[in-house]
């Protein structure tokens, strides 16, 4: 039985189950990155040469190819031993891990200068981190992860028509697109909101004159 154009109607619950892999790539390795990018951060706040090396392994992690990453990963782990997915969300740890210890630390010095809201505009920044994460997620297709876009590529190649294959991928692209550019929306009407309370935040203003008188 087939849909508009030649698509299987097996293609949209599989495609789905495949979108549902991409956030879950993206959840995890934004729970590794939060957990190692804060103690990053915490390090490069106290300073010391504990402060500088973690300055240096972020510098490292934020130039690092999440495909150089991922192939390592594969290549350096027994078969068997770390799943195929687990090793998508590993290689884009260093990336949340490195966005997050520069947040992370944006929101320390803002809580130690008394700003309190201004240090929870980590919390858009991170989930912003998280749709980003979603997008490079589909650098699992390259290792057979049955991911969104790897559904998609597969069910191209079977498709007896142009227009059909391209129809393929104005689905993928919609249904990756609607939610993403959804989160975004909302994540950037979060930010502003965020950044206009914290502008009226009377400690922030006390902490400023604070300095000022010093």
Request: proline share 5%.
């Amino acid at each position: 039985m087939s849909t508009f154009a030649g698509i299987p109607a097996a293609f949209f619950p599989a495609f789905l189950a495949g979108m549902r892999v991409n956030f879950e790539i993206a959840g995890i390795a934004l729970l590794l990155g939060i957990a190692g990018g804060m103690l990053l951060a915490a390090a490069r706040y106290w300073g010391s040469v504990a402060g500088m090396a973690a300055g240096l392994a972020v510098g490292l992690m934020r130039a690092a190819p999440t495909f150089v990453v991922m192939f390592f990963l594969l290549n350096a782990t027994p078969p068997g031993i770390v799943s195929p997915v687990m090793i998508v969300a590993l290689s884009l740890v260093p990336y949340a891990a490195a966005y997050v210890a520069d947040g992370g630390l944006d929101a320390l010095r803002a809580f130690h200068a008394g700003s309190h809201l201004a240090a929870f505009l980590i919390l858009p920044n991170i989930a912003r981190a998280f749709f980003v994460l979603v997008m490079s997620s589909s650098a699992g297709a390259a290792i057979g992860v049955h991911e969104g876009i790897a559904i998609i590529l597969q069910q191209a190649q079977k498709m007896p028509s142009t227009g059909g294959t391209l129809m393929l991928f104005a689905i993928g692209i919609v249904c990756f697109g609607i939610p993403l550019q959804t989160g975004f929306v909302a994540v950037r009407l979060l930010h502003r909101q965020l950044s206009r309370i914290a502008e009226h935040d009377p400690r922030r203003t006390l902490s400023a004159a604070t300095g000022l008188s010093r």
